[in-house]
């Protein structure tokens, strides 16, 4: 899906001296310079892009398949200098990429850095977007980001300066980074990105939704095609009806988390769940039921020390990865992505539960369809404990009721997850996550090994 483009020579010619160009009558962003990648050594760390450890297992602790170097990954980062809507910048872009144009899935996802110091896309669908050879990259173009830039490493990140936040000038420099993308990759020119969609999460979608409502026309390529072919964004509820028919014009995905659909947060009511857009041409919406606003496993913030409630390990990651994917096939394959069920409401607007606890309706995963516990999207004690969710077993005797035998367990879960996968709701990807949740259990039940009993 290459795009073909007759001035690439000049545009990169023009990147490598650090030329910005003109606009054009399309209003053609300018090329930024770049410098890099820049190298890293002991002691001069790069910024990681997930969120900083806390009293948690941190990137060395975590199994592999979360790593890099375990997909045949490399990151390499890059300064960027120009000028954005009149104010000059400096600031870094980080690309993560197969170390091979042959393992790459042509696929391209332009995230910004959150304040709170996370590529967050990237870092929740990783493991399925390196195992299909999807490429991610991190820009900065918000000052809280560029401060936890020189928070970490001072000297190295000592020139990175953006200007105060203001939607056209952040808009101004995703164009520009979106353009070098398509045009003038700092990887080399085999890694020009077509397609390349805009993501982010909470705070990071609210800047994607930024762009596609003000930049999305704003700005194109020299041939006059907008700079991104489709949107995915989580953690978020919008965009709204009116937006969608006025300003998205390519496929876009929301995967919202029960979070933003609850009931006992101030503004939301029977209205507001009247207003939910309905799926259209360009457009799914996912509400997925249990689904924190925040994965508590790698959102170190949120100490089990201070929630008042035991954080949860809902499956968070798959049914991101799952929006990433199901984009990737409606702009790539052509293939439109099914709508899923929406969460189900009471008539006062918050969200009707069954016998467990659990949200009815919705999106399904694994772990509410053969449940061992009641999940809550909300948690209490502070801020960061309100952003993640809640996972309390379900009392002895409604699991005894449930599953005879560890085993039995293992196999509802098994085969329920087998035909998720076949609808097409659940990601082969994150099979490793269901053995996870087999070797809870079991631990819960004081079982050391678990030997699958296929009796009801």
């Not at 008539?347 to 009641?374: E, F, K, W, Y």
Request: aromatic residues 10%; hydrophobic residues 40%.
């Amino acid at each position: 899906m290459k795009r073909n483009i007759t001035i690439l020579s000049v545009i990169a010619a023009a990147a490598m001296v650090g030329i910005a160009l003109p606009a054009t009558a399309q209003n053609t962003p300018g090329l930024p310079q770049i410098e890099g990648p820049i190298a890293e050594q002991w002691g001069n760390q790069m910024h990681p892009g997930i969120f900083f450890p806390g009293n948690r297992p941190y990137l060395s602790e975590l199994p592999d398949i979360w790593s890099l170097e375990y997909h045949g990954y490399v990151a390499e980062e890059f300064f960027l200098t120009g000028e954005a809507n009149g104010q000059p910048y400096t600031t870094r872009l980080v690309i993560r990429r197969p170390a091979d144009v042959e393992d790459w899935s042509g696929f391209t996802l332009l995230e910004v850095q959150h304040t709170a110091g996370a590529a967050q896309t990237w870092m929740s669908s990783r493991v399925g977007g390196m195992t299909n050879g999807h490429a991610y990259v991190e820009l900065v173009e918000r000052t809280g980001a560029a401060n936890n830039l020189r928070a970490l490493n001072g000297a190295r990140y000592a020139n990175i300066a953006v200007p105060e936040d203001e939607v056209e000038t952040q808009n101004a420099i995703v164009a520009q980074a979106a353009l070098l993308l398509r045009t003038a990759h700092p990887s080399g020119s085999e890694w020009n990105a077509d397609p390349l969609v805009i993501t982010g999460s909470s705070q990071t979608a609210g800047a994607s939704r930024n762009y596609m409502e003000g930049g999305q026309q704003q700005y194109q390529d020299a041939t006059g095609a907008p700079l991104f072919d489709g949107m995915f964004v989580y953690s978020v509820n919008g965009p709204s009806s009116e937006q969608l028919a006025e300003f998205y014009d390519v496929p876009v995905i929301v995967v919202s988390t029960e979070d933003e659909w609850n009931g006992t947060r101030e503004e939301w009511g029977p209205d507001q769940v009247a207003a939910i857009p309905e799926d259209g041409d360009l457009y799914r919406l996912y509400q997925v039921a249990g689904m924190p606003h925040l994965e508590a496993r790698h959102y170190f913030a949120a100490d089990p020390a201070i929630c008042e409630r035991p954080l949860d390990h809902f499956m968070f990651s798959a049914p991101v990865f799952l929006g990433v994917q199901s984009l990737y096939n409606w702009i790539v394959n052509d293939l439109a992505p099914p709508s899923a069920e929406r969460i189900q409401f009471e008539a006062d607007g918050t969200i009707a539960r069954d016998s467990h606890g659990n949200a009815m309706g919705g999106l399904r995963t694994p772990q509410l369809d053969v449940p061992t516990h009641s999940w809550n999207a909300l948690n209490e004690g502070n801020q960061q404990c309100s952003l993640a969710g809640v996972a309390e077993f379900l009392p002895a005797e409604q699991l005894a009721e449930l599953y005879s035998t560890p085993g039995n367990y293992a196999h509802q879960l098994r085969s329920r997850t087998l035909e998720l996968i076949e609808e097409g709701w659940f990601p082969i990807e994150y099979l490793f996550e269901i053995e996870d949740e087999i070797g809870r259990f079991a631990t819960h039940a004081g079982n050391a090994t678990v030997e699958e009993d296929s009796a009801p």
